[in-house]
């Protein structure tokens, strides 16, 4: 293991998300003061899978919290494509509504893209809908999706350089990805870097990481990037989050990233933890959204 980098940093997300969230209070309380307005989150919850259960719970914690509103609509698997649609149409013409935000995945036997298409680009917190994706690249991002948004955050806060930076991104999803191209390519706050993205029809990945100022991974894949497939300095943004096996842990399991953190951790100048890293801000970038658009509704 190489020890070039003495200080790697640490790039926690709960202080990024504590410094944002201080911020959102002074703004909730004016909303509320001034104009008798609470930002409400409307979130729909097809079925009865256990992780998406936990975090839709986790976001009306989160909201409870900050004296916002977050309400649930749990609705059966054998929801209707018509029915769902029905109700988002009541909740995109609800005044009392600030965001919507439709839990996945969905059942297969819905179209996720025709009912992610029927909120509001308006109320669309997610930043999911192809308008605000629109936007995004356009280099005017209105809605930006949460994953994505609470990195700009962390390199923000950190104050790590993407100008003239070769950024790397591993994976090309449409809610981390593909807006995390769009936001460091372009001439925005924490971008304006040269942005390579890599997938799964790309070969010999290592050419790539390894020449990467910043690397950005989305692949899921448990601690798939090794010290040996990045460089010295390197800033390392891993966005993974996943359950493996350990006998070890009281749970019977653990959380890791996609990175291999103790294989990478003296090499990097700075690098997210997992967990703790990039998860703390993804609600807190909902919240956000919401409180925007919550402003945008005066
Ligand atoms: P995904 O699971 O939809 O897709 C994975 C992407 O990785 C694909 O685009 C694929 O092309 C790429 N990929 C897979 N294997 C690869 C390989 N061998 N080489 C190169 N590229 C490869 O992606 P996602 O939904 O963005 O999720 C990725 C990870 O991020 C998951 O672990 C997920 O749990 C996590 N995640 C975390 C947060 C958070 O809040 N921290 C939010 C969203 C996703």
């Known amino acids: 293991m190489n020890n070039f980098f003495f200080n790697t940093i640490l790039l926690k997300g709960s202080n990024v998300s504590n410094h944002i969230r201080k911020n959102l209070t002074l703004q909730i309380n004016e909303l509320k003061k001034t104009y008798n307005i609470t930002p409400k989150l409307s979130a729909i919850l097809v079925g009865d899978n256990p ?30 494509e018509s029915n769902l649609i029905e109700l988002i149409k009541g909740l995109n013409n609800d005044n009392s509504v600030h965001g919507i935000l439709v839990q996945l995945p969905l059942p297969k036997s819905l179209d996720s893209k025709k009912i992610l298409h029927s909120i509001s680009p308006e109320k669309d917190v997610d930043g999911f809908h192809p308008m605000n994706i629109g936007y995004l690249y356009q280099g005017e991002p209105k809605y930006v999706p949460c994953t994505p948004g609470g990195i700009i955050e962390i390199l923000d806060f950190y104050d790590i350089p993407t100008e003239r930076c070769h950024a790397v991104i591993v994976g090309r999803s449409n809610i981390v990805g593909k807006p995390m191209y769009g936001l460091l390519a372009q001439n925005l706050r924490k971008g304006n870097a040269t942005v390579t993205m890599c997938h799964t029809g790309t070969k010999d990945l290592s050419y790539f990481t390894k020449q990467a100022d910043l690397l950005i991974i989305a692949a899921g894949i448990p601690e798939f990037i090794k010290g040996d497939m990045i460089s010295e300095g390197t800033h390392i943004i891993d966005v993974g989050i996943n359950r493996v096996n350990d006998a070890s842990e009281k749970k019977g399991y653990k959380i890791v990233g996609d990175v291999d953190f103790f294989d990478c951790f003296d ?11 990039v998860g703390p801000m993804t609600i807190t970038m909902l919240l956000s959204n919401t409180v925007t658009s919550a402003k945008n509704s005066i």
């Open 51 to 80: 992780a998406s259960q936990l975090y839709i719970k986790s976001k009306e914690k989160a909201f409870k919290k900050m004296d916002c509103i977050s309400e649930t609509h749990n609705l059966p698997i054998n929801t209707t």
């Open 267 to 277: 090499k990097s100048a700075s690098i997210t933890p997992v967990p703790g890293g």
